[in-house]
């Protein structure tokens, strides 16, 4: 079991930047590939980015790619994003998540059964 708690979010103007943290609590975290959501209003929740469990490998949506970056830090069982260049279309809930124990990461919602209670970026134009 992870428990999982974002923070960062904020209400920014476009073009600007701003950087999602994720703690996990326990001991297991190295051990789950990570990824980010979002869910923007009256829209399903969509994959943004996701990482492996070493974070040698990484996946972007298209509309997010070369402008934010996952990694993690698995000293301090923290997951980030940092999201620069940020757009109006960005505006959304942003959501962390965690794959089962060693599983490899996967771009579907359903397949990630931690969550964590969201955090809300506002990007005004």
């Known amino acids: 079991q992870v428990q999982l708690v974002e923070s960062g979010g904020g209400l920014v103007q476009a073009g600007g930047s701003l950087r999602l943290s994720c703690a996990a609590s326990?001991?297991?975290?190295?051990?789950?590939?990570m990824g980010w959501f979002r869910q923007a209003p009256g829209k399903e929740r969509e994959i943004v980015a996701a990482?492996?469990?070493?974070?040698?490998?990484?996946y972007y949506t298209d509309s997010v790619k070369s402008r934010f970056t996952i990694s993690r830090d698995n000293a301090k069982n923290t997951v980030y994003l940092q999201m620069n260049i940020l757009k109006p279309e960005d505006t959304a809930v942003y959501y962390c998540a965690a794959r089962p124990l060693y599983s490899d990461f996967d771009l579907r919602r359903g397949l990630y059964p931690y969550w964590g209670q969201g955090t809300q970026v506002t990007v005004s134009s």
């Open positions: 326990g001991r297991t975290f190295r051990s789950h590939a």
């Open positions: 990482i492996s469990r070493s974070g040698d490998t990484t």
